[in-house]
């Protein structure tokens, strides 16, 4: 049985990220990516491609199907309903080592603004919260950095 497997980003202010995070989820056979809050999307209002996210996502938003929703708290809650596990990819207190997380049939990863992360509000509804620890003096990485890294790793692509 082939994993299904979702993504959102929720409150991502660069297209730069966004793209990067599509060309990412594209290569690990991501099956739907959900852009929520102020997300931009690949497409601007007028649909016109939006340039700094089709030049980092090289064509992956035109494969990977893709929505755009008000509230990532309802989208979330609507997936859990069709048994989907949610992963959180965030620093925070209850939060485990990714290496250690197993991935089921169904999974979402959930990834946040690049300053303020994921709200305690989202982050309380995700069943797992997987962080990347971290060795150096700096204390994240780059959101789709840390997304491929996180992504490649728990679904062994």
């Known amino acids: ?45 007028f649909g016109r491609d939006v340039k700094e996210i089709s ?22 809650l609507r997936l859990k309903k069709e048994n989907f596990v949610i992963i959180a990819i965030e620093q925070a207190k209850n939060s485990v080592d990714y290496k250690k997380v197993k991935t089921k049939n169904k999974t979402v990863f959930i990834v946040g ?15 797992v919260v997987a962080e990347i620890p971290m060795k150096g003096k700096k204390e994240s990485l ?8 996180a992504l490649f790793r728990m679904l062994k692509v």
Not at 114 to 126: A, Q, R, S, T, W
């Open 55 to 76: 030049k980092t996502a090289l064509g992956a938003q035109m494969s990977i199907p893709w929505k755009k929703v008000k509230s990532a708290k309802k989208e979330i």
């Open 1 to 45: 049985m082939k994993k299904e497997s979702a993504v959102i980003l929720h409150n991502i202010r660069s297209n730069h990220n966004v793209g990067s995070i599509f060309r990412t989820s594209d290569a690990a056979g991501v099956t739907e990516i959900i852009l929520s809050g102020y997300t931009p999307t690949p497409l601007d209002r």
């Open 142 to 149: 780059n959101v789709s950095v840390a997304f491929g890294i």
């Open 113 to 127: 603004n690049e300053v303020d992360g994921l709200p305690k509000d989202i982050l309380d509804l995700c069943d």
